[in-house]
C-alpha cells in the first residue's frame, strides 16, 4: 500500500510551511515532519530577523556584509537571490497577516544592528517565532496541505536519477507510511544533533542529508559548523541549552576561567567577549579543553559589572533565557547580581545539499530549502540572516516545484512495490536483537565523537580518530537493533536515524579533513591561518556507495 | 538516588495503566527531561514521552510532575521521590505521551484565516493591546488547559484559557468594528464567562503569557461593548 502525491514537502518549519502553502495553490501536497506543526529551529528562534535594504542602504551592502561573515566561499547567486527577495520580507509577512512588534505609531519596538551587519537593519520580536509560527499554522490547519505531524521520513529512493519514492514512520498511530512523489521539497533544517551538545531541536539529526545522498544530490560546505559561546554546561537535561552570546547579556560582560583569570584578553585583546561567535565559543572551548574550566565543565561569565538599569531591556528581548538562568543559577544570576557558568554548544548548520537558484538539487525533482541547504552563509552566518533566508527559498522552492511538477510523472509501480517491500523488511529487521547494540546507543556515542573530534577546534589526528570511531560505530551499526514497539517509539526513531546520521556525520569530518585551513566557524589549530588556496567550497558526493569530497571553485 | 515512580500505558495492549518504579542513579537539581532521557536510554528504551525543542518553545512536552503540570524541559526536579504522569486532561497516546495536537488544532481549525497588513484598531486599550500582543508568545503547550475547570477534552466548544490566548491574536487584528464584537460574542459562545477565577492557568503558564488576565480583559470588553453581566471577580481584576 502506497500514497500517491504530487508534492511531498519534508520539515515542519518556516521553510516547509511557506513551500506547502504556495504548492497548495496548485497540486497535491502532503507535508511530513517529525514534530507538530509549526515546528523545528523556526519555533525555537529568538526572533531576530535581518531585513537587507530596511536602513535604507542599497542591497550590495547587505550581500557584502554576508559574503564578509561567510568569508567569501558563499555561492554568490543564491546571496543575490536572498538580498533581492528578503528586502520585501517584512511586506510578504504583513501581507499574510503577522503582528509586528511595533508601537502605536508602527516603529520596531526592538530594531538593532546585529554584529557583522553594517547597517541598522535587525527586527527583533518579543515573542519569538511564535507569531510567525501562528501565521503560517492559521493557514496550514485550513489548507488542503495533508499535515503529516510526528511523522519521520526514514528512506528516500531515486530511480533514473529522479526522485521516486519516500517511507516513514507515523510515531502517533505506529504505521509505517509508504509514499510516492512527484517531486520532493527537504525542508527538514540542519544536523546539529549529530552532536552531542546542542541547542537544535531533538530531532534536528540530519536524515535528509543523508537521504539526499542515496538519491544522488550534493551536500557542499558540511563542516562549516556554527557553535554559540554560551549555552548551559549543566544540569542533566539542560546541557547545551542555549544561553546565547556576551552581547545579549548586557554592555559590560566579562569572561573568567577556573584560575580568576579574564582569558579573551588573551585571544581577542581588541573585542574581548565582544568578538565574534565563534571566535568567543572557540575560545572558551579550548579553557575548557586544557583544564581551565570550572569543576562543571564551564567558565565564569561575570555579568555584576552591567548597568543595571538596563536589565529590563535586555530582559524583555530574551525573557525564555533569562528565566532559565533563575532556574538553574538562581534569581540573582538572572538579575545581574551573581556570575554563572556556562560552556559553548552547537548552534548553527551553514553547510547543506547543493542548490541552485531554483533550489533544485542534482537529482531530478528533489527540491531543497532552508537551513538543510548550503551555501547561502558560505563559512558563517549572520544573526537573523536565517529566518529571512528560510522564508525567502521556502518560497522559491514551492514556485519551482509548481514549475517543475506539471511535467514529472510518478515512477513505475513495480519498482515502487519493490522498495517499499524492501522498507518494510528493513524496519522488521531491526526489531530483531542480533546480539550488537541499539541504535539509541550508537547515537549517543556519536554525538560524542562528534563533539570530540568534529567540534569547535580541529585537527588532523583528531579528524582522523573520528573518521576511524565511526568506521567502528558503521559497523556495529549493521547488527543494531531497535525495541519492538509500534506507537510513539523512540528507540526505532533513534536507530532510523542513525543509518543517516553517520553518513552526515562523516561527510562533515572528510570536509573538514579536506580544508586544511581556518576559515569562518571552520578552526583548525593545526592550520590556524586562512589560505587563499582553500578559497573554494567542500563538495560531497556518493559514488557506489561511498563518500567523496570534492574541493570546487566557489560559485560566482 | 531518585525513586520514580510512572505511569505506563500502551493502549490496546494493557487493559489498564499501570504504575511503575525506577531507581535513578541520579541526584536532584537535573531537568525532568534529563530525568526522561536518562531512564529511556539507560533502562528502558521502550518508555514512551514526548521532547522536541528542548527550550520551551515547541510545548509538546507538557506533562505531570509530582501531580503538578510542568514542562519536561524546563522543570527541575527537587524531591528524591518522584512521580510522573501523563499531562491531565488529555486522550493517552503511550505512557507519557497524550494527544494535546487535536485539541490544539481543533481550537485553531475554529479561526478565520486573516490576511493583509495588520491596523493597530481603536477597539481595545494601549494596555489590552499589548497584554494581546504579549500573549502572541504562548507556545500551545495546553498546561492552563490542563488546569482549568472548564476544559474537557472532547467538548465541542473548546473552552480554555489557550483557547482565549488565541482568540485575543484576533482581537488584536480586527479591522471593523463588526468583527471586533463577532470575537467577542465567540468567546461568550465558547464558555469565557463561565470562568471560576481560580487563576490556575496563570500560575502554571510556564511562559508568562497570563491567560488570566487576556480572560479579564476579554470579559470586560464583553460586559462594556456587548451588555452581558460579567462575574464581579473578572471585572474586578
Ligand atoms: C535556539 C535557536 C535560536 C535561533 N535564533 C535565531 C534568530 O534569532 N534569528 C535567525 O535568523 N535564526 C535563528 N536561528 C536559526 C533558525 O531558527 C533556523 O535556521 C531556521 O528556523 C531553520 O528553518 P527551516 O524551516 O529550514 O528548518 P526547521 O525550522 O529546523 O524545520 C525543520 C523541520 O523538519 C523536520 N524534520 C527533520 N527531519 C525530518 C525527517 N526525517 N522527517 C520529517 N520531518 C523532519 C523537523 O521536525 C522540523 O519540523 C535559531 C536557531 C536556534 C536553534
Ligand atoms: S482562571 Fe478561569 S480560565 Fe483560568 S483555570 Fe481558572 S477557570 Fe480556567
Ligand atoms: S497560555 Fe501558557 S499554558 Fe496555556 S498553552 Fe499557552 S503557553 Fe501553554
Ligand atoms: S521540549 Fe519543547 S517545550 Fe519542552
Redesign the pocket.
Known amino acids: 500500500m502506497y500514497e500517491k502525491v504530487d508534492v511531498l514537502v519534508i520539515g515542519g518549519g518556516i521553510a516547509g510551511a511557506i513551500a506547502a502553502l504556495e504548492v497548495s495553490k496548485s497540486y497535491s501536497v502532503m507535508m511530513i515532519s517529525k514534530d507538530r506543526v509549526m515546528g523545528g529551529a523556526s519555533i525555537q528562534a529568538s526572533g531576530g530577523m535581518a531585513i537587507p535594504g530596511i536602513a535604507g542602504e542599497d542591497l550590495s551592502v547587505f550581500v557584502e556584509d554576508t559574503l564578509k561573515g561567510g568569508e567569501y566561499i558563499n555561492d554568490r547567486s543564491l546571496v543575490k537571490i536572498f538580498a533581492e527577495e528578503g528586502a520585501s520580507y517584512i511586506t510578504y509577512l504583513e501581507e499574510l497577516g503577522m503582528v509586528f512588534d511595533q508601537d502605536k505609531e508602527g516603529k520596531y519596538r526592538i530594531y538593532k544592528r546585529t554584529e557583522g551587519h553594517s547597517a541598522m537593519r535587525n527586527y527583533n520580536d518579543r515573542r519569538g517565532c511564535h507569531e510567525v509560527g501562528r501565521v503560517f499554522k492559521e493557514k496550514l490547519v485550513k489548507s488542503n496541505v495533508k499535515l503529516m505531524e510526528h511523522t519521520m521520513v526514514y528512506d528516500m529512493k531515486s530511480v533514473d536519477g529522479r526522485i521516486a519514492a519516500c517511507s516513514a514512520y507515523s510515531l502517533k498511530d505506529g504505521k509505517i507510511i509508504h509514499i510516492a512523489p512527484k517531486a520532493v521539497i527537504m525542508a527538514s533544517g540542519g544536523y546539529g544533533r549529530i552532536y552531542s551538545v546542542s541547542d537544535m531541536s531533538t530531532g534536528l539529526t540530519g536524515e535528509c542529508h543523508g537521504m539526499a545522498l542515496d538519491c544522488g544530490a550534493e551536500l557542499m560546505d558540511m563542516e562549516m559548523v556554527q557553535f554559540i559561546p554560551l549555552a548551559f554546561p549543566f544540569p542533566e537535561g539542560m546541557r547545551g541549552a542555549f544561553i546565547g552570546m556576551c552581547s545579549i547579556h548586557g554592555p559590560d560582560v566579562r569572561l573568567y576561567n577556573s584560575l580568576g583569570e579574564r582569558f579573551m584578553e588573551r585571544y581577542q585583546p581588541d573585542r574581548k567577549e565582544y568578538a565574534t561567535r565563534d571566535q568567543v565559543a572557540r575560545a572558551i572551548f579550548t579553557e575548557i579543553r586544557d583544564g581551565r574550566g570550572t569543576e562543571r565543565g564551564g567558565v565564569i561569565v561575570d555579568t555584576t559589572n552591567n548597568d543595571k538599569s538596563l536589565l529590563p531591556r535586555y530582559k524583555a528581548s530574551t525573557a525564555a533565557v533569562y528565566s532559565a538562568l533563575a532556574r538553574v543559577f538562581g534569581e540573582k544570576a538572572a538579575n545581574w547580581e551573581e556570575p554563572f557558568e556556562a560552556a559553548p554548544s552547537q548552534h548553527f548548520c551553514m553547510g547543506g545539499i547543493k542548490i541552485d537558484g531554483d533550489c533544485r538539487t542534482a537529482c531530478k525533482n528533489l527540491f531543497a530549502a532552508g537551513e538543510i541547504t548550503g551555501g547561502i552563509h558560505g563559512a558563517n552566518r549572520l544573526g537573523g540572516n536565517a529566518l529571512t533566508e528560510v522564508t525567502v527559498f521556502g518560497k522559491l522552492a514551492g514556485k519551482s516545484v509548481c514549475k517543475e511538477v506539471a511535467e514529472a510523472d510518478w515512477a513505475k509501480e513495480s519498482d515502487l512495490e519493490q522498495y517499499f517491500a524492501e522498507q518494510d523488511a528493513m524496519v522488521k529487521d531491526l526489531f530483531v536483537k542480533k546480539g550488537g547494540v541499539s541504535g539509541t546507543q550508537i547515537k549517543k556515542a556519536l554525538g560524542e565523537i562528534m563533539w570530540e573530534c568534529g567540534g569547535i577546534v580541529r585537527n588532523q589526528e583528531m579528524i582522523e580518530k573520528g573518521l576511524a570511531q565511526l568506521a567502528e560505530l558503521k559497523k556495529e551499526a549493521e547488527t543494531m537493533h531497535a525495541e519492538e514497539g509500534d506507537i510513539w517509539n523512540y528507540s526505532l526513531v533513534e536507530a532510523l536515524e542513525v543509518k543517516h546520521m553517520l553518513k552526515v556525520s562523516e561527510a562533515v569530518l572528510l570536509s573538514a579533513s579536506m580544508r586544511k585551513e581556518s576559515r569562518g566557524s571552520h578552526y583548525r589549530e593545526d592550520y590556524p591561518a586562512k589560505d587563499e588556496a582553500y578559497m573554494s567550497n567542500m563538495v560531497i558526493v556518493q559514488k557506489e556507495g561511498k563518500l567523496v569530497c570534492e574541493k570546487r571553485p566557489i560559485i560566482l | 538516588m531518585l525513586n520514580v515512580d510512572v505511569q505506563r500505558y500502551s493502549p490496546g495492549k494493557n487493559a489498564a495503566p499501570y504504575r511503575q518504579i525506577f531507581q535513578v542513579p541520579l541526584e536532584t537539581g537535573i531537568s525532568v527531561l534529563g530525568l526522561l532521557d536518562y531512564i529511556r536510554k539507560n533502562l528502558d528504551e521502550t518508555f514512551a514521552y514526548k521532547i522536541y525543542c528542548t527550550n520551551q518553545h515547541c510545548g509538546e512536552c507538557g506533562l505531570m510532575l509530582n501531580g503538578k503540570p510542568v514542562l519536561a524541559c524546563r522543570d527541575m526536579i527537587t524531591t528524591e521521590n518522584v512521580v510522573l504522569d501523563p499531562l491531565k486532561g488529555f486522550k493517552v497516546i503511550k505512557d507519557l505521551v497524550v494527544d494535546v495536537d487535536s485539541v490544539i488544532r481543533k481550537q485553531w481549525s475554529e479561526f478565520p484565516v486573516l490576511e493583509g497588513k495588520m491596523v493597530y484598531n481603536d477597539f481595545l486599550t494601549e494596555d489590552q493591546h499589548s497584554l494581546f500582543f504579549m500573549a502572541g508568545a504562548c507556545i500551545g503547550c495546553a498546561i492552563?488547559q490542563s488546569?482549568?475547570?472548564?476544559?474537557k477534552e472532547d467538548d465541542v466548544l473548546l473552552k480554555?484559557?489557550a483557547y482565549?490566548a488565541a482568540l485575543a491574536q484576533y482581537m488584536l487584528r480586527a479591522k471593523t468594528k463588526e468583527d471586533f464584537l463577532a470575537y467577542l460574542n465567540t468567546a461568550v459562545e465558547h464558555g469565557?464567562l463561565?470562568?471560576?477565577?481560580?487563576?490556575?492557568?496563570?500560575k502554571?503558564c510556564p511562559k508568562d503569557v497570563e491567560?488570566?488576565k487576556v480572560?479579564t480583559a476579554i470579559a470586560k470588553l464583553i460586559h462594556n461593548n456587548l451588555g452581558i453581566n460579567v462575574s464581579k471577580k473578572l471585572l474586578a481584576e
Not at chain 2, 488546569?147 to 476544559?151: E, G, I, Q, Y
Open positions: 492552563c488546569v482549568c475547570c472548564l476544559h480554555g484559557p482565549y469565557i463561565q470562568c471560576i477565577s481560580c487563576k490556575q492557568c496563570s502554571n491567560p488570566y480572560i
